[in-house]
């Protein structure tokens, strides 16, 4: 792993502000030095320390897809066709 040097206070990592801002559908996770930082943060804008404190976005929206149906066999053989609702 490559290690980062913080010349900057008011930048972080990659030209990222200090001032991080949390959309209406996400929650952030903050840590410092490698330890969680109280709990997550959001939605809106938070402060991180650039040098000190690594952040893990987290998205809250529901993710669905498409699940085939498939055929079940009975005991008398007859097929039904079983199907889902993913999400």
Not at 33 to 52: A, D, E, Q, S, V
Not at 65 to 86: R, S
Request: contains cysteine.
């Amino acid at each position: 792993m490559r290690k980062r040097t913080c010349l900057n206070p008011f930048v972080g990592r990659g030209n990222t502000p200090a001032l991080q801002v949390a959309a209406e559908y996400e929650r952030v996770v903050v840590f410092r030095l490698g330890r969680l930082l109280g709990g997550t943060k959001g939605p809106g804008i938070f402060f991180i320390l650039p040098c000190l404190d690594n952040i893990i976005r987290v998205d809250l929206r529901t993710v669905s897809c498409d699940v085939p149906t498939q055929e079940v066999g009975a005991e008398n053989m007859n097929l039904a066709e079983w199907g889902a609702i993913g999400s």
